[in-house]
């Protein structure tokens, strides 16, 4: 989520002379901190006063805009972390583009339900809405015997697809948890399931 004016310092800095490079443990050593701070936030264990901490930091000098949430900020950790590693690399590559403020949202359905279910995405505002073959070699075990034995079955859903939606809720948002329940029970309204989401 980039302010205008947080756009305008970006592009002016990266015009600016390079500044003096680090040494690679250097990079790793930040990479490390970038990561495990986002490791944190996703699992909802980074304590709330430091996620308020960082983001009124990076509101006041950073490419954050006022009123930036949890999940901005991990979007934004993970634009750090794509450029840690381009910095670490040798190669002669772009400098990375910050990630877009959507998430991808899987879900599998039969194929009998695909035009339902998209058709109900749509309706609620996804978009980017798109399918392709679903998802093949999922299995559990359940007990089969009484002395506690257990069997391998399949989970998969047969001639099934995965529909792929985009929402701007982004993990770990509360608003990203209301989406998630949400979009487990549209799956499941056609025999389906919620398979996940890449942010």
Same mark, same amino acid.
């Given at each position: 989520?980039?302010?205008g #004016? !947080?756009?305008?310092r970006?592009?002016? #800095?990266e015009?600016?002379? &390079?500044?003096r490079p680090l &040494?690679?443990?250097d990079?790793r050593?930040? +990479?490390g901190?970038? $990561?495990? /701070?986002?490791?944190?936030?996703?699992?909802?264990?980074l304590p709330? @006063?430091?996620?308020d901490?960082?983001?009124?930091?990076?509101v006041?000098?950073? *490419?954050?805009?006022e009123?930036a949430?949890?999940? @901005?900020l991990n979007?934004l +950790?993970?634009d750090?972390?794509? =450029?840690?590693h381009w910095?670490m $690399?040798d190669? @002669?590559v772009?400098? &990375?583009a910050s990630l877009?403020?959507r998430? /991808? %949202?899987h879900?599998?359905?039969p !194929?009998?339900a695909?035009?339902?279910c998209t058709?109900?995405?749509?309706?609620i505002?996804g978009?980017g809405i798109?399918?392709?073959?679903g *998802?093949?070699?999922?299995?559990?075990?359940?007990?089969?015997? &009484?002395n506690?034995e257990?069997e =391998?079955y $399949?989970?998969?859903?047969?001639?099934?697809?995965t529909v792929?939606?985009?929402f !701007? #809720?982004? $993990?770990p948002?509360?608003?990203y948890r209301?989406?998630v329940?949400?979009?487990d029970v +549209?799956?499941g309204?056609?025999g389906?399931? %919620?398979?996940?989401?890449?942010?």
């Amino acid at each position: 989520m980039l302010c205008g #004016d !947080a756009i305008e310092r970006q592009y002016s #800095d990266e015009m600016e002379p &390079p500044g003096r490079p680090l &040494p690679k443990p250097d990079y790793r050593a930040i +990479l490390g901190i970038v $990561s495990i /701070t986002s490791g944190y936030l996703m699992a909802n264990e980074l304590p709330a @006063d430091l996620t308020d901490s960082l983001i009124r930091w990076l509101v006041e000098w950073g *490419p954050l805009e006022e009123g930036a949430s949890a999940g @901005d900020l991990n979007l934004l +950790l993970g634009d750090l972390a794509q =450029r840690m590693h381009w910095a670490m $690399s040798d190669e @002669d590559v772009p400098y &990375p583009a910050s990630l877009p403020r959507r998430n /991808t %949202f899987h879900l599998e359905v039969p !194929a009998a339900a695909v035009q339902s279910c998209t058709d109900a995405l749509a309706a609620i505002g996804g978009t980017g809405i798109r399918t392709e073959p679903g *998802p093949t070699g999922s299995w559990t075990t359940r007990p089969t015997g &009484p002395n506690g034995e257990h069997e =391998r079955y $399949s989970t998969d859903i047969p001639g099934s697809r995965t529909v792929l939606v985009d929402f !701007a #809720d982004l $993990s770990p948002d509360p608003a990203y948890r209301e989406r998630v329940r949400e979009l487990d029970v +549209l799956a499941g309204r056609w025999g389906g399931r %919620f398979l996940g989401s890449d942010r």
